[in-house]
């Protein structure tokens, strides 16, 4: 699977790792939280859930044109890590690019909501919804 970058970038590859799924019912919708939502992959991930029906929330660093997007389309964005960030979250999503000891990493952890990584994230959504995602890249 490849992904291109909506500001023209390059195409970049998913790399589908270790096996989160098979914990995670997917049958009904989840609150989905977003730990770096601000990012390409994150951004489109996130879409995606709230067009397959989940409320979707995220957290980025630094505000940017793609979290405004995400704004303006209903999503919230948080760019500070509040634990009230938190309240009624079933799964978080993050991205490696927010490192472990980042404190919007800590809080799920300390409330017990489980996390998985954007790429098994990617996986799972497709696996359950009826949602076709594509791209032509060059």
């Known amino acids: 699977l490849w992904i291109r970058s909506l500001s023209g970038g390059a195409c970049a590859p998913v790399i589908m ?7 995670i019912n997917f049958d009904q919708k989840k609150k989905v939280h977003f730990i770096g939502i601000g990012g390409i992959s994150m951004y489109a991930l996130a879409f995606a ?20 997007r995400l704004e303006e389309s209903g999503i919230p964005v948080s760019y500070e890590a509040k634990k009230e960030d938190f309240d009624g979250v079933e799964l978080v999503v993050f991205t490696g690019a927010v490192h472990e000891d980042d404190p919007a990493r800590a809080i799920p952890r300390e409330r017990g909501i489980p996390e998985i990584p954007r790429a ?3 996986g799972l959504l497709m696996k359950n919804s009826k949602i076709m995602l594509g791209n032509y890249c060059q």
Do not use: C, W
Not at 17 to 22: A, I, L, R
Not at 49 to 68: C, E, N, Q, W
């Open 49 to 68: 859930a709230k067009i397959a029906g989940h409320r979707v929330t995220g957290y980025d660093s630094t505000p940017s044109h793609l979290t405004r």
């Open 17 to 23: 790792e270790g096996n989160y799924m098979q914990h």
């Open 120 to 122: 098994e994230f990617l």
